[in-house]
């Protein structure tokens, strides 16, 4: 079966080190998005592509990238870890291809910068 | 703006009693509204979505109604079961604008039924 999946489910860092969360899913979605969520904020997008070499940013984007150099997958690093940044990270993705259209979550990446 | 605000943060419901959360946005461009829920560990999912060209929605017990010229929806979960405990987040977004398949989400309702 297609299936988004994330890695790690949970990390532990220190400030100001570099971090990336992995995102990989099997569906052939055009559309990848990142979010956090964070208790009373909901969820908040961070990064979003919409095909292979295209990145756009959201609305919480400072100190987060993302690349994507295949349909698959869409890691999101944090360049220099702040505790500002832990947090739950979900990846979801989209197929495009209809208006509108579902998005899928994988299951999370539980964040702690200490 | 691009909020939506999402009302209350959370919600405690006997069994067989009738869940309401409700939701407000800004941008009139905004023309699908979907409700996902969250068990606790998991990724949301999709539970059930509007188009604004509709008043309601019903999908066995649960119900969205939309209210256009307020700018407002509801979820409603009729005969509401422990099982539905979770946490329920209402979004918005322009389906076919320039912000295509971005989701804008509300701060999330945590829903407690108790047996």
Redesign the interface.
Known sequence: DAEITQSPRHKITETGRQVTLACHQTWNHN?M?W?RQD???????IH?S?GVQDTNK??VSDGYSVSRSNTEDLPLTLESAASSQTSVY?C?S?S?LA??????????TRLTVL | Q?QVK?SP?SLIVQKGGISIINCAYENTAFD?F?W?QQFP??????LI?I?PDVSEKKEGRFTISFNKSAKQFSLHIMDSQPGDSATY?CAA?N??GTS?????????TILTVHP
């Not at chain 1, 208790?39 to 997008?45: A, E, F, Q, V």
């Open positions: 559309n998005f979010y208790l009373g904020h909901g969820l908040r997008l979003y919409y959201g609305e979900f979801a989209s495009g208006v509108p259209n579902e998005q899928f979550f994988g299951p999370g | 691009q999402q943060q699908y979907p996902y560990g998991k990724g949301p999912a999709l979505a188009r987040f977004s389906a076919g295509y398949g971005k989701l804008t989400f509300g701060q999330g």
